[in-house]
């Protein structure tokens, strides 16, 4: 479980520093700011393939977590909520990190796409069904509602209560604070972008307006101000990288 977070941090770390490089003019070509463009980035390293087997391995642990504490409510110590609301979350939080371990296994064999193509490919066969509209509306504003609650825990702190703070010095405590406020931050405002596309969506019916992590940073780099505000982002997406590394220790389970 613990090595489920590093593989979090990881992810979203390469994703990050990938988008800030973009935000900034640099990068390399045919590189996005995505998972599958990033893994692959790391993949072409001499020991990069190896390490994203290990990746694989972390995400999978991680939602297989994630779904346990939606079954149980509670971890092995003691982590989590057995309200209702936290697993819904936490089984949401369980889909999106198989959808990343899917990437993620896609890189390792040759084969993968971006979480915005999946994305774009069951918004398609969703709006098919009877009601597709109406479900891939109400998908979009289950996500962005799932955001601002994280929101909420990010800038109320509310986040703590699952960390093992007894453990922690007053520097740390407070490192691990000012990260996760930023990182969690950035994060839900990340998704509420996914969730905004994932409604637009439904009222146009275009399948190509669905997007995933990967699409809302793409296009947060084409609005006005794109680059400052994809930069932002991407500050905030390295912030929550380095605040999953501090969780992979402290985080009561």
């Known amino acids: 479980m613990r090595a489920g977070f590093v593989a979090r941090g990881f992810t979203y770390g390469v994703i990050g520093a990938v988008a800030l490089a973009m935000a900034l003019g640099a990068g390399t070509d045919g590189t996005k700011p995505n998972q599958q463009g990033a893994l692959a980035l790391i993949g072409r ?3 990069g393939r190896a390490a994203l087997v290990v990746v694989c391995v972390g995400l999978l642990a991680y ?6 504490q939606a079954a149980l409510g509670r971890g092995p110590q003691g982590g989590g909520d057995p309200e209702w609301t936290h697993r819904i979350g936490n089984l949401a939080g369980g889909v999106v990190y198989i ?3 899917v990437v993620a296994v896609g890189v390792v064999s040759g084969t993968g796409g971006s979480s915005a193509g999946e994305q774009k490919r069951a918004a398609a066969g969703v709006l098919g069904w009877p009601g597709g509209q109406v479900i891939v509306a109400a998908a979009g504003v ?13 800038l109320s702190g509310a986040f703590a209560r699952d960390a093992q703070t007894q453990y922690m010095n007053r520097r740390e405590r407070r490192l691990f604070m000012t990260l996760g406020r930023a990182g969690l931050a950035a994060r839900a405002l990340v998704f ?13 019916f275009n399948p190509n307006a ?12 084409h609005q006005p101000f794109g680059p400052w505000l994809l930069g932002l982002a991407a500050a905030g997406l390295l912030t929550f990288a380095a605040f999953s590394l501090l969780e992979a220790r402290y985080r009561r389970l």
């Open 45 to 47: 390293t001499p020991v």
């Open 192 to 204: 509420a972008l996914v969730g905004y596309f994932l409604v637009r969506t439904a009222i146009a």
């Open 210 to 221: 669905a997007v995933g992590v990967d699409g809302a940073l793409g296009r947060l780099h």
């Open 63 to 68: 939602a297989l977590w994630k779904f346990t």
């Open 142 to 154: 289950g996500i962005a509602a799932l955001s601002l609650y994280q929101l909420y825990a990010a």
């Open 99 to 101: 959808g990343f371990f």
